[in-house]
């Protein structure tokens, strides 16, 4: 049964392998409507996020699906995105066909809040990346806020991280960016790495993963390869795909536990920086109406594996 309306969603990335399985997924759902998506810096250089993006939109059916150009580096932090776990080209090796389009003329910042000002309703942005672009957005274009519904992360944590013990790789990457975002009093729903780490293929549902049938599967099975190489380590029991469990959270919200908290981001500590702060023991009693972040702390595995497989069958 299709719903009467579809959610609309604009989508920042820096894709990346699990960027690109989030990008199927969101693209098949009869679920959203997505009316843009920008690139930002992380997974790889800006250059190669945008490139990734274009291609993999037009390889799954998408090319009109614009795409805007976001920042090349963190709000403050003078480093360039150089990546390793997502390859030297950000998909694991992999070659899409190159797009025949260019990216939107204008820049990210300038190409949501035009996005926002056309919707009628409320808009979800999906930050699967360092939230640069969207720090630069309210802080240039405050009166966006009323047009945004929420937006949801994947990111954040409590007392783990992946780059560093504490810190996810998408808040270490632009502190200063993801502490400005969840200070705004936008409603953010945080997909932490708690969460995302609870969903995984196994290695018999990798194995079948081409096993579907198609281009779309061919393509998902060689960029999974590749990303176990790098990453399969991380969990004895199977791979984590977190970008696109955060987009599973608009598909599928019944597979996940969270509750609302206070957080706020470390952007000093020597040991800590890129840590989300997190007052999970209420601390600080703080009203409900501080309380903006909905941390997702659980999902379902066996309806993340179900969700992804009827994701690809629908590509045939
Ligand atoms: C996040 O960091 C990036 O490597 C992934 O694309 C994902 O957005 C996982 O920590
Ligand atoms: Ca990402």
């Known amino acids: 049964m299709y719903p009467e309306k579809k959610i609309p969603i604009i989508i920042d990335c820096d894709t990346g392998i699990d960027d690109l399985l989030a990008l199927l997924l969101a693209v098949q759902s009869p679920l959203l409507d997505i009316l843009g998506a920008t690139t930002t ?62 990216p939107d003329h204008r820049a990210a910042p300038e190409f949501v809040r035009d996005l926002l000002a056309a919707c009628p309703d409320k808009v979800t942005l999906v930050a699967l990346a360092p939230l640069t672009n969207i720090a630069v957005l309210l802080e240039k274009y405050p009166a966006c806020k009323e047009r945004i519904d929420k937006i949801l992360f994947m990111g954040g944590s ?36 708690n969460c995302s780490r609870g969903a995984y293929l196994t290695k018999a549902e990798l194995a079948k993963v081409r096993g579907v049938g198609g281009p779309a599967a061919a393509m998902a099975d060689e960029v999974l390869k590749a990303y176990y190489a790098t990453t399969g380590g991380q969990n004895p029991r199977g791979l984590n795909i977190h970008d696109l469990c955060t987009m599973m959270y608009l598909t599928d919200p019944g597979m996940f536990t969270g509750d609302w908290y206070f957080v706020d981001v470390e952007c000093k500590g020597e040991l800590t920086c890129g840590m989300t702060v997190v007052d999970y023991e209420d601390r600080l009693h703080k009203p409900r109406e501080e309380k903006t972040v909905y941390f997702l702390k659980t999902a379902d595995r066996d309806r993340f594996a179900d969700n992804f497989f009827r994701a690809l069958k629908s590509y045939g």
């Open 41 to 102: 810096a992380g997974n790889q250089t800006i250059e190669n996020t945008t490139r990734n993006t274009l291609d993999a939109l037009e390889f799954l059916g998408r090319p009109d699906i614009p795409v805007a150009v976001g920042r090349d580096r963190p709000l403050y932090r003078n480093v360039l995105a150089q990546g390793s776990i997502h390859g030297a080209n950000g998909v694991g090796g992999y070659r899409f066909p190159a797009a025949k389009r260019t």
């Open 158 to 193: 409590i007392a783990t991280g992946n780059p560093t013990p504490v810190a996810t790789a998408n808040v270490w990457y632009d502190p200063e960016a993801a502490r400005a975002v969840i200070a705004s009093g936008i409603p953010v729903v945080m997909c932490s790495l």
